[in-house]
């Protein structure tokens, strides 16, 4: 790891909610953010294909505070088809009906969340294939990344577990001076958390394959494929060459990579000092994932 490529953002909120994937029903949060949690957020701020983050670290700066809350929650969903005949004037549309009281296609459920959080995201800056330098690099992406963590600026509202719980953001030069400085400010001692927190959920995607990096295919590249296609069709009969287009087209490559499967990555995390050390270096093993 290159200490030089360390970033760290403080991000908070009035609200957080981090669910724990074992709970089926009803929302129940780990009781710090999670690494793709804080991947999320970063990504939310700025995101390129020549680059990608690997969290190194997430300092806790408030202490864990739960609440209850009962949601109003739907048990139904649209279908792109029907959605598809709606629009068309196939079929008449017919609404969800999710309110308060007792809709048909609503239920309510209670939810274990955090409130008043407050954290600081330490990230490594890493480059993918894709960069071309003199171009693209790692100077070019840490300057962008503080210059719109400073304005405030992002792509979308970072959320904290959950779209609703929208994350405000700053940055911070030392994640170590920022924690002492804002408990001072808060005027309280530096936390000294320790806590095993057990299994926790780390990622959904597979580090290694995000940092092949991603690019949609050009025009000029998506002719090439589909000419390539039909030089296989030759001598087909009408029926075996309609089910060939078919399948062509819902599997053809759009991208210079594969689709990213979601596969599940769990690590041991332990709170030390208020800090959850969650670099895949360190918490994963080879075969989970670390290097």
Not at 127 to 136: E, F, N
Not at 224 to 248: H, S
Request: positive net charge; proline residues 6%.
């Amino acid at each position: 790891m290159n200490n030089a490529n360390l970033i760290t953002l403080r991000v908070w909120g009035d609200f957080a909610c981090f669910t724990r994937p074992e709970m089926k029903v009803e929302r129940v949060s780990y009781p710090v953010m999670t690494p793709s949690a804080a991947r999320g957020i970063l990504e939310a701020v700025f995101w390129e294909p020549q680059m990608y983050y690997l969290i190194d670290s997430i300092r806790v700066v408030k202490r864990v505070q739960w609440i209850s809350i009962r949601r109003n929650e739907v048990t139904k969903v649209i279908s792109v088809d029907n959605a598809q005949d709606w629009m068309s004037g196939k079929k008449q549309v017919v609404p969800i009906n999710a309110g308060a009281g007792g809709d048909t296609d609503g239920t309510q459920r209670n939810m274990l969340a955090l409130q008043d959080v407050e954290y600081l995201i330490t990230a490594e800056v890493r480059l993918t294939p894709l960069a071309q330098p003199p171009r693209d690099n790692l100077g070019k992406y840490l300057r962008e990344i503080e210059g719109r963590a400073r304005a405030g600026k992002c792509f979308h509202r970072p959320g904290l577990g959950m779209r609703e719980f929208a994350a405000d953001f700053d940055w911070e030069p030392d994640a170590d001076a920022a924690l002492t400085r804002r408990a001072a400010e808060l005027g309280q001692p530096v936390p000294q958390a320790n806590e095993p927190l057990g299994l926790m959920l780390y990622d959904l995607f597979d580090h290694r394959a995000r940092a092949a990096g991603f690019r949609w295919l050009t025009p000029d590249e998506e002719a090439r494929q589909a000419a390539d296609f039909e030089q296989t069709l030759t001598e087909l009969k009408k029926g075996e060459l309609t089910k060939r287009r078919k399948e062509f087209a819902s599997q053809r490559l759009r991208s210079t990579s594969a689709a990213i499967k979601p596969a599940p990555l769990f690590f041991n995390a332990t709170l030390k000092n208020a800090r959850l050390d969650c670099h895949p270096d360190r918490v994963l093993s080879t075969t989970q994932g670390g290097n």
